[in-house]
């Protein structure tokens, strides 16, 4: 059972925080399809008394290549004190493994009771975090800076909802709270740079069983590419020299009959990389491998297949000076509730990638979440709570 006494530290009701989560939790919602959390959302702030002008959505969705529902939700809410405006987000979508969530409680953890789905926590938890600091501001009247909340889509598929965010209507924040993550104790201010890659081979088309000389399958160049990428080194984990990086083959499609030589298959790969530099070397590599490939196959008559490779910057990479203001803050709210703050830089991509990117630093703290994007995904409701509380510390401006 979670207490539902106020804590002595903040007043946060518990128990209500964490029913929020799970109601969150078991709101259907991937990406590009987060009008249902629109909508819960803006429904607890309107009970809580907020007044809907302070309630909007931006035209994010318009301008992402995938289309969508609805665009970010943007809450502003006017300061009872003057201070520079504070923003707290988190992001609404979730990964199609968790449609069909039911979140059940057992002691100090949350896990879906539907074994074949995840749970959600990334990132419901973090609008659970957001949200409950302000219905706690709004319905207890509790002094606070002016303050932003924004609540961002697509995140899972490429941080275009924070990518393509309406600033001007962020109104001008100076520091800036993102939670999504684990352990409540982690300051994350900084995160990877990730480049998309999109790859269309093309082969020539025969009949397998009467003229495979004939042809030239695209499914063998992507296998000879992939076999040299990884035989050298920049498939995986990548270290060359002092220089890291990452780079993933994640979706491959081509192919209808056994009879038929393939003659088109599209793949789609990432590079990641702390260095911008290093992370153009990645992609470098795969460029050659796959041109390489597409020239040693030919067919009888000495043709070849031939490769359209196209680069999309998903995201740059970013890291936070550790005397930025906004991070002693963080570490200040942490250290509140009873903590040791640790800097971290993580290896994901962030909506604080594109926060940064827009003149806004932002760090990113954690939440409880734990196997994010599996089966076993589960939250750690106590780690939750201090997210929660360090939330409302936060907002509320106590932390000067």
């Given amino acids: 059972m979670i207490d539902q006494r106020p804590s002595s530290d903040s007043g946060l009701e518990t128990a209500a925080a964490v029913a929020l989560a799970m109601d969150l939790m078991a709101i259907p919602g991937r990406s590009r399809e987060e009008g249902k959390v629109v909508e819960f959302i803006r429904s607890k702030l309107l009970d809580a008394g907020l007044p809907a002008s302070r309630i909007e959505v931006d035209s994010a969705n318009h301008l992402t290549p995938h289309g969508g529902e609805v665009g970010n939700l943007i809450v502003k809410l006017p300061g009872t004190r003057r201070a520079p405006r504070r923003l707290l987000m988190a992001h609404m979508d979730t990964v199609p493994i968790c449609l069909g969530s039911h979140p059940r409680l057992d002691g100090n953890v949350i896990r879906s009771a539907d074994p074949s789905t995840g749970l959600g926590g990334d990132d419901r938890a973090g609008v659970a975090v957001v949200l409950t600091a302000a219905l706690e501001i709004v319905r207890r009247n509790i002094p606070h800076p002016p303050l932003t909340l924004l609540f961002t889509v697509q995140e899972e598929i490429g941080l275009y909802g924070a990518r393509f965010v309406s600033v001007k209507k962020l109104g001008s924040p100076k520091?800036?709270?993102?939670?999504?993550?684990?352990?409540?104790?982690?300051?994350?201010?900084?995160?990877?740079?990730?480049?998309?890659?999109?790859?269309?081979?093309?082969?020539?088309?025969?009949?397998?069983?009467?003229?495979?000389?004939?042809?030239?399958?695209?499914?063998?160049?992507?296998?000879?590419?992939?076999?040299?990428?990884?035989?050298?080194?920049?498939?995986?984990?990548?270290?060359?020299?002092?220089?890291?990086?990452?780079?993933?083959?994640?979706?491959?499609?081509?192919?209808?009959?056994?009879?038929?030589?393939?003659?088109?298959?599209?793949?789609?790969?990432?590079?990641?990389?702390?260095?911008?530099?290093?992370?153009?070397?990645?992609?470098?590599?795969?460029?050659?491998?796959?041109?390489?490939?597409?020239?040693?196959?030919?067919?009888?008559?000495?043709?070849?297949?031939?490769?359209?490779?196209?680069?999309?910057?998903?995201?740059?990479?970013?890291?936070?000076?550790?005397?930025?203001?906004?991070?002693?803050?963080?570490?200040?709210?942490?250290?509140?509730?009873?903590?040791?703050?640790?800097?971290?830089?993580?290896?994901?991509?962030?909506?604080?990638?594109?926060?940064?990117?827009?003149?806004?630093?932002?760090?990113?703290?954690?939440?409880?979440?734990?196997?994010?994007?599996?089966?076993?995904?589960?939250?750690?409701?106590?780690?939750?709570?201090?997210?929660?509380?360090?939330?409302?510390?936060?907002?509320?401006g106590q932390l000067g």
């Fill in 175 to 396: 520091y800036c709270f993102n939670w999504d993550g684990g352990d409540p104790c982690y300051v994350n201010v900084g995160a990877t740079g990730d480049y998309g890659m999109e790859i269309d081979i093309h082969g020539i088309a025969s009949h397998a069983g009467v003229h495979p000389e004939r042809g030239v399958s695209a499914i063998a160049i992507a296998s000879l590419a992939i076999a040299d990428l990884t035989q050298n080194g920049w498939h995986g984990l990548i270290h060359k020299g002092r220089h890291r990086g990452t780079s993933n083959v994640g979706f491959i499609a081509g192919g209808e009959a056994t009879n038929v030589i393939t003659p088109l298959v599209r793949l789609r790969a990432e590079a990641r990389s702390h260095d911008p530099v290093f992370r153009k070397r990645i992609v470098d590599a795969y460029r050659k491998a796959f041109t390489k490939a597409a020239r040693s196959i030919k067919s009888s008559d000495g043709r070849t297949g031939r490769v359209e490779f196209s680069v999309e910057l998903k995201y740059e990479s970013f890291r936070l000076d550790p005397d930025e203001p906004v991070v002693a803050l963080a570490k200040s709210a942490v250290s509140t509730v009873g903590l040791t703050p640790e800097l971290y830089v993580g290896n994901g991509g962030l909506d604080a990638n594109w926060m940064v990117a827009h003149g806004l630093p932002t760090v990113t703290l954690g939440c409880g979440q734990h196997d994010i994007h599996t089966t076993n995904e589960w939250l750690d409701v106590s780690a939750f709570l201090t997210g929660c509380r360090i939330g409302l510390l936060i907002a509320s």
